[in-house]
DNA sequence: CTGAAAGCGCTTACAG
DNA sequence: CTGAAAGCGCTTACAG
């Protein structure tokens, strides 16, 4: 606000596009760009951000958008963007949308007015149907989940065949009666329950599942319910740490033992899936790679706009741990 | 970048005076105001931040630098800031430091080239010293850290007296070799430390304790050594989540029983905290009040400057849990 | 290499 | 209530 680039001026004895020049791009002779660099120390010069991006036409903004700052896979992403964007001399600026469409409207409109260089977008369900509306002017790349009907580069995860493959796991392991939860919210909780709905079909077996808002507490509740049911299942598979929390708290509480009454199996691995008793099987995101991607995706388009659309999908890793142990060989309580 | 204010005066028919004024605090005639926004919505008019607050020399924009964006307690306080943030109408831009002081330098550069409003911030250990540079032109609040010497308003947790607590609870069930697991980069983890060796002193018990970077693995490593010494401690305090989950994970790969083995108890009531085997021993903070406490200071201060300086001390509430279960009374694994 | 001038998109006195 | 003009702090052609 106080120093300006005038003052540097004046104190280097030169003019301000002088000033401009030796702090930026432009050409200055080696005295002068002393003379201005000291002006700077000793006026403590700053350079007002919102009067260069006026004046450039140019930002070096980028936007994150998550639904949900509080899961830690988001926590994770939003570390790994930060690092990269650092990295390229980006600033980030960042939004969470706590899973509501509406909220996410008005973060599109933020980042809109802050005319961002680029967005990294985990989009809420709720976008869907209003794709057009994500027409910012400025490159989109889609993370962890997508906006069905978009155009949009996209990082995410093969998530059908990821809950396959736990749901396969779990069949091995002897489990028949394996229940879904997911969340309500995402395309990815959605893919995942299609993956789920495939598996179960092709061994034939019935599937049951639920669909809740993405929270440790809506979990704890649809769980709790559903095993004072007698058609509860004895595994469980859950879209993501938040739920699979959410599921062993409410399993735990109603005196369900794991994995004998209950197994259990689910997305990210969190630390402390492997410090309960037993230790919870699950599917390991790349998460760092998938931030990685994305910034990399990102960066291209802002430089070349004219790529085609591309859609990375990354594939998730099984860690098999006790929870999910072949049903009457747990060790007992 | 398209369209501007002039198209939208253009389309209604009035100068861009007018439309500003429409869209603002000025008064307009009913009829006219109608017919600019109708202008807006049909070009999908959007204003120019960076132009907005270069003319007005006023800003929406608050800045909230944390030192360690994937430890839950800052991800929580983010949440509740970021609620309080959008209530008052005001935007957030976020830092992570990652507990670097170089970082947090920079972090704070870019807040002041942003021209923020007014600045929340955790300091790492480092800014020490360089209290002095902290003189941003803008309020500045401190939360969960303090930078020793300054005069800015502060949200902090009593920590002596809740460490002191968690000593006074390991004493009372009949641990005496207890040992302290600090970070090394707040004023948190040193006050923290010293109420734990004030605790320690005061029963006449030998101190014993490390200092490591506030990281999972740091504890682990850390802790790992340290039980391999015959002067091992048989309970442990850590100053954080992090650290309190590195002892655990340490603990638990060396063998050691939780309480029997070892007791243990931290800072922070994470989720996992309680759906571990034994549940662990904590001193939940309350994150969210001091998130809304920051926040309501720092507008307040930024209506009026010239306020007192204010120290909010929030206290801590001890969950005793298994994992401090009285000697030899911890039921067999 | 350097300076004077124009202008980015707004808001805000200043007249009317 | 409305418009013309000035100006926020920069950058960037344009001359020299």
């Given at each position: 606000m106080r120093v300006s680039i005038n003052d540097v001026a004046r104190v280097a004895g030169v003019s301000k596009s002088t000033v401009s020049r030796a702090l930026g791009e432009g050409s200055v002779s080696d005295v002068v760009r002393e003379r201005v660099l000291a002006a700077v120390r000793a006026t403590g010069y700053r350079p007002n951000m919102a009067a260069r991006r006026l004046r450039s036409q140019h930002t070096d903004v980028l936007g994150v958008i998550v639904a949900d700052i509080r899961n830690p896979f988001f926590t994770a992403l939003i570390h790994v963007v930060e690092k990269a964007a650092h990295e390229a001399g980006m600033r980030l600026t960042l939004c969470n949308t706590d899973e509501d469409p509406q909220r996410e409207a008005e973060c599109l409109e933020l980042m809109q007015d802050e005319r961002i260089a680029g967005l990294i977008l985990a989009p809420t369900r709720g976008t869907v149907g209003r794709a057009s509306r994500l027409a910012l002017d400025c490159p989109v790349v889609l993370i962890d989940r997508t906006v069905p009907g978009s155009r949009h580069d996209a990082v995410v995860l093969d998530n059908q065949a990821a809950t396959a493959e736990l749901v396969e796991h779990l069949w091995v392991q002897g489990h028949r009666r394996i229940g879904g939860l997911f969340g309500s919210t995402s395309t990815t909780a959605a893919e995942r329950r299609d993956g789920y709905l495939g598996a179960m079909r092709a061994h034939g077996l019935d599937a049951a599942y639920r669909e809740v808002a993405p929270t440790v507490d809506a979990a704890i509740a649809e769980v709790d319910a559903w095993l004072r049911q007698p058609d509860r299942p004895d595994a469980l598979v859950a879209s993501n740490s938040l739920l699979l929390m959410g599921a062993l708290k409410a399993a735990r509480s109603a005196g369900f033992r794991i994995p004998q009454d209950l197994a259990l199996a689910g997305f990210d691995n969190e630390r402390w899936t492997e410090l309960v008793e037993p230790g919870i099987t699950v599917m390991e995101q790349p998460v760092e790679d998938m931030g990685r991607a994305a910034m990399a995706l990102l960066l291209e388009r802002i430089e070349t706009p004219h790529l085609p659309v591309r859609r990375l999908t990354m594939h998730g890793r099984c860690l098999p741990r006790g929870?999910?142990?072949?049903?009457?060989t747990g060790s007992a309580a």
């Open positions: 929870s999910t142990a072949p049903r009457g």
